[in-house]
């Protein structure tokens, strides 16, 4: 089986390369990418086969997809603050960027696709846990852009017989999920500012929720997901059903770190959602024998992949 991982240099589409290539039905996995969020060295060492591109030029899409088996679309311009800053680019990247990745699919025999959505369709509905058939209400053009990613997805189901599957991604973390700049994940950024001997940045008063979700939990799910060809109509929560405050998480951080770290609140920002949790029943519906990895777990082996890169080391 070959698979095509549209962002497979980045951090979730790097992370998922590696256990599709562990599983022995998958003999090639194609990473497309342009390299805007992704880095090379993900990949290095791992069998992976770089495709440079970008999912807006058709001829790259097909040259990935040529004698694939399936597409897993990643690639995405991620963070809703940027969104916020530069709706255009959020909208050509995930919207446009998915329509494209689908047409390629269908030009190539009809590929099994599975796309990243992401919670933040549920917006301003403030009802827990979030369930796939309630009402989504996004708040920043981000999640305008991701509800359009799987509605397109499921669309070309429904009009083109295309088999498709819509993975809602809640908070994922984890190795490889890069620091450092402006549109950090929340996990990645305390690490990295712990790890510096810098206050953690909490935007409001911290008691905001997440369902944080390991990517390697998520990855054995989409990986799963490719090789028995799971698909659904419907979009599916990719997450356990957790709620963890960023005070929590801070503690929690603190235990895995051997000290407590300062944290400065300021001003919540525009976009975020206040709470997010997931209800997991259609997910475990076709994944009945996933199991999670605990957040402790998770961030244990987090903060000792980022030990071990060289800004970190003492």
Not at 38 to 44: H, I, P, Q, V
Not at 107 to 112: E, K, S, T, V, W
Not at 214 to 221: D, F, L, Q, S
Request: proline letters at 6%; one cysteine or more; charged letters at 20%.
């Amino acid at each position: 089986m070959k698979v095509v991982v549209t962002g497979g240099a980045g951090f979730i589409g790097s992370n998922l390369g590696r256990e599709l290539l562990s599983r022995p039905d998958v003999d090639e996995v194609i990473a497309l990418d342009d390299l805007s969020t992704g880095f090379r060295a993900n990949l290095e060492g791992t069998g992976i086969r770089l495709l440079e591109g970008t999912i807006l030029d058709p001829d790259a899409l097909d040259a990935a997809c040529d004698g694939a088996d399936a597409v897993v679309h990643l690639a995405a311009l991620p963070s809703v603050p940027r969104s916020v800053l530069d709706p255009v680019a959020s909208h050509h990247a995930n919207a446009t960027g998915t329509l494209e990745v689908l047409q390629a699919a269908r030009r190539a025999g009809d590929l099994h696709v599975v796309v990243a959505s992401s919670s933040s369709v549920y917006g301003a509905n403030r009802e827990l846990p979030k369930r796939e058939g309630m009402r989504t209400a996004p708040i920043s053009p981000y999640a305008v852009s991701k509800q359009a990613t799987e509605a397109y997805a499921m669309s070309f189901g429904h009009s083109y017989g295309l088999p498709t599957l819509a993975f809602r991604f809640f908070n994922v973390y984890g190795p490889l999920q890069s620091a450092g700049h402006a549109y950090a994940a929340v996990i990645p950024a305390f690490v990295d500012a712990a790890l510096r001997g810098m206050p953690l940045t909490i935007h409001g008063d911290g008691e905001q929720t997440r369902d944080f979700t390991y990517v390697g939990t998520v990855t054995r799910v989409i990986a799963d997901a490719v090789t028995r060809r799971v698909t659904d109509l419907e979009p599916v929560n990719l997450a356990f059903g957790t709620r963890t405050t960023l005070n929590a998480l801070v503690g929690e951080l603190s235990d895995v770190l051997g000290f407590a770290p300062q944290v400065e609140h300021v001003e919540p920002r525009t976009g975020d959602v206040r709470d997010s949790q997931a209800d997991n029943a259609r997910l475990r519906h076709h994944f009945p024998d996933v199991e999670p990895v605990p957040l402790r777990e998770g961030l244990e082996q987090t903060v000792d992949w980022f030990r071990t890169l060289p800004e970190y080391r003492a």
